[in-house]
Structures are given as structure tokens and as C-alpha cells.
């Protein structure tokens, strides 16, 4: 397809700029709302047209300059090149334009709040493994919407680490040719946390030898399974050698993570997000706390004094945040119900008492909360939920099947994810008056 020069006038809820012209509509990656860019035209179906940037013509003020030498190839990070300022507007619109599609309200979406680090913010990476024709290994991210993989040395959201870690992996996988397909490390202080898939669901020991003596502490597991986003498809994940788990410092606390346990990546913003999720509880309330991970608000929200009901289906995690309530004497305020929220949740019982203080709060991973949990909520009728997302369209299809029983209180963008276009956000639900 031909090259063209287009107006940008708006930008789509994956960051690409839109243009407009004789009833088509051109995405443009890279190109950035109120410039005038040139194009390379990809892809077209029916009027949507799909391009690349080729030149700015006349720039706007959003535009920054992306620190990163990987940017233009990597999927990772799709909006480094607008300011600080714009991706946080960016995320507040995009999530203003999910909501209303879906649900058809206008909602009035508070600012976006802005993390205290834009790069270097990210405790964990997942990285793809591929071998090259002259046995080397490239080591990175897919390029967005390919399968093609951008060899990298260091990823700038990451940790400093995650770059000493790539480099010692380049080295042992070009010495052994050990068949590693992917890798999934987490960084914490100056300890490393890696599970590591590979095709025939073992590895070599000899790997945390060539770790250790980077890190403090190294937990080595292996999994057969691909390495997907949700920690859950790792059915088969056996631990190999090191630490089992290893320290989390957070906010005066200390929890002890595996591989298997969910982390929120971005801990300096999580905890400012937190601080708000306990603020809005306030105290003596009975709160669900549902997909409650390793129990970091769980703790949290009995230390105000809330009594917490809390439930999440992995088991590692569990007993991490049982231990975490034993280790800070909490807990006789803290039920921890091992399961799936949907199946558990309808079999809990609360006195009225109970009921006319009872808060929900939910963290669910992307795919939402779904109906049948939903429909559960609304049966127990908590007086407010708190809805924390990090997936704007899996939110709106929860939050239009409450639309009946419940109204928006307050919805606003917080930036977990810097640079890139995925959205976390804090959501308020009161029971409508009957
Ligand atoms: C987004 S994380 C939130 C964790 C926690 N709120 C935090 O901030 O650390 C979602 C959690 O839900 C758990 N999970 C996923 N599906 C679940 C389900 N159907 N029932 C219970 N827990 C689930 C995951 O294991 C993960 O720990």
C-alpha cells in the first residue's frame, strides 16, 4: 500500500493516532493526536485502514522523545512517545471512551494519578528465548502483533537487574544450548525470583550457579507449560533449586513470594493505590476481599480495623498471605478461603450485622470478575464496592451487569504501567436506594 499524509485528530483506546478522511479511518502507530504525519499504509479492512509512521510533519507539544533504542520494534511499550502529561489524559479518555461504549454512561473520571517512577518501575519481565542460526540466542520481546522477537539487552521499565540477568542468560544458554523457551523473573532488592519454561519441563542446575553469584538470594523453578500471562496455566511448575520463595519488603511488611504468587509490578505505585483502597474502606466494616493475591490488602485493611474475608485461588499465595497475617498478629481479623471467588463467595454466611457493614473489594485479573461472581455480589448486596482493574473492557462488562442494583460513585485512572497503553483503575460502586 502507498504512503499518505493524514491529519491525526484523535487517539484509539490501543494509543494508535487516528485520521479521517472520505469516510475512512486510518490507525497510525506512533502518530500522535494534532499532528500531521506521513504514513505507511499496512493493512486495510473494509474503511479502517492500519499504518505505521514514517515522518512527523508538523509535531505537537504531546509528543516525547522515547528513551528506549528498542521502542520503534518492541511491542512493550506502545506509548513512549508521548509525555507524561498525555499518557496520563490518554488513560483517563481511554478509559472514559471503554466505559461509555460499553455501559453508554458519561462518567466523570477523575485524573489520572501518576506514578512515582516512569521507567525502572517494573519488579518482574517475561522474556522469549530463541536460538539463532549461528547457535547464538536472542533474548526480548515480540514486535506488536507479530511473533517476530526484538533482541534486547536491557528493558528501561524494568529493574537495572533484568538487564544483568539477560546478559547472563545470553552467555550460559550460548555455552550449554539449553533448549529454555522463555523466562519469567521477578526482582526483588538484590534477590531473583525466575521461573524458567522449557520444552521438556527440566533444566540444568547448573543455571543457578551461573545466577548466584549475581544475586543474594536466587529461586530457580521450571515449567513445562508456555509462559502466558495469567500465573495459573503454570500447572506443572516444580521448584528446582535456591531459596523456595524470597523476600518482599513492602511498606513495613515482609512477604515471601514464589514464581506462582501475583505480584503487583509496579510496587511504588500499588502501595499509593492501596493507601486509597484503605481510605475508602475506613473502619469496623466487614470486607470481601476478593482475588486477594498474597494478602497485602488483606493485612492492610484488618490493620485499620476492618475484619477481612478474603479469598484467592492459588494455593502458594494463601498460605503466603496466612503467614503474613500470623507474622503481624493478625489473625483472628483475617478469614483466607482458598478457591475460586465464584464458587466460594454464594457459600459464605454474614449475620445482618454483618451485612449492614459489609464493603466489597475486588482485584480481578483481565478477564474480570465475570457473571456468575457478579451475580453473587448482587445477591449479597454490599452497601459499596471497590472495583480495582487493570483491563478497562473486562471492568465495563462487570461494572453494566451491576447497572441494576448499583451506581458509579467514582472511577479514576492510576498509572501501574508507564509507557505503555494498559489502564489500572479504582472504580466505587453504591448500592442504589430502593
Ligand atoms: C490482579 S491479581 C490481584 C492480587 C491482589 N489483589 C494484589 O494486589 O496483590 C488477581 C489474583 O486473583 C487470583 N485469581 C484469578 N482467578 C481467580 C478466581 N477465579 N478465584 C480466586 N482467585 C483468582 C490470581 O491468582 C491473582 O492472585
New binding site residues.
Partial sequence: MENKILDVIDMSVEGDGIARENELVYFIDGAVEGEKVEAELTKQKDNLIWGKLVKVIEPTFRRAEPPCPYFEKCGGCKIMHLNKETQALFKMLSLKRTIKKVTNLDVDIRDTVQSPKDTRYRNSIQLKVEKTADNDYNIGFYEMRTHNLVNIDDCLVCDEKNAVLISILKEYLKNTQEKIESVFASFFDNSLSILVQTEDGNCDKKLYDALKPHFDEVSLWVSKQFASS???NYKDAKFLVGSERIKVHFDNLTIEVSPL????VNLDM?KI??DDIVKLVGTNKVVL?????????SLMLAKNDNYVCS????HN?VDSAKKLAQDNNLQDKIIQYC??????LPALEFSEAEKENLIA???????GA?KP?IEALKLLAPKTIIY?S?NPTTLAKDVRDLLDTYEISSMQAYDMFPQTNNIESLTVLTIKEE
Fill in positions: 495469567t500465573l495459573l504468587d501475583f505480584v503487583q500499588a493505590l492501596y476481599d476478593l482475588f486477594s493475591g498474597i494478602g497485602i490488602t479469598i484467592e485461588q492459588i499465595s478457591g475460586d471467588c465464584a464458587d466460594i473489594f475486588l482485584d480481578p485479573p483481565r478477564k465475570g461472581l480495582m487493570c
